[in-house]
């Protein structure tokens, strides 16, 4: 019975100091972005430079907090090389300390902590984003007639702007 109360108490805590906290990265810490996960808590993340490497993600988060490609989080890497749970030795550089949400990158981006490379990318991406928005918009107008709504698509699927040319 105490165990299921400490197991509980446990799970609030972590998801409260990751809703609530405002980490910034510390001196062996660096922000990264998700590129790829890899399965069994295994992520590929990029790192400023443009660096992949394999990030490993405690079981603390598990089943509490969930990440996609594109999101933002503070790993730590180390010397050696992290045991999966599995128990093998796969390349797994460093390890996953903090999950960052929209508020908690702001803050780092206010107390100007947050990398020069990624403000750059970040504005070629929005303008790709809004460019395949108008296009949506513009396709949706001729079809609209047909459907009186439209689904969603998979958040975690990467969207490709593909340009064709009318002089063939």
Do not use: C
């Not at 972005?33 to 400023?48: C, D, H, Q, T």
Request: charged share 30%; aromatic share 8%.
């Amino acid at each position: 019975m105490s165990f299921q109360k400490r197991k509980t108490s446990y799970r609030k805590g972590v998801t409260s100091t990751t809703l609530d906290e405002y980490p910034v990265p510390k001196e062996n810490e660096i922000l990264a972005r998700i590129s790829n996960p890899r399965g069994g808590n295994v992520f590929e993340v990029e790192l400023p430079d443009g660096q992949k490497v394999l990030a490993i993600l405690p079981t603390k988060f598990n089943k509490l907090i969930w990440m996609k490609r594109g999101d933002y989080v503070i790993v730590t890497k180390s010397e050696g090389q992290f045991t999966t749970s599995s128990g093998k030795q796969n390349g797994v550089e460093s390890m996953i300390q903090h999950i960052l949400l929209k508020d908690q990158v702001n803050h780092i981006k206010k107390e100007g902590l947050w990398p020069k490379e990624w403000t750059q990318s970040a504005a070629a991406e929005e303008e790709t984003e809004k460019a395949v928005k108008k296009e949506e918009e513009q396709s949706d107008d001729s079809d609209s007639s047909d459907s009186s709504f439209s689904l969603e698509g998979n958040p975690n699927r990467r969207r490709f702007y593909v340009e064709s040319d009318d002089s063939e």
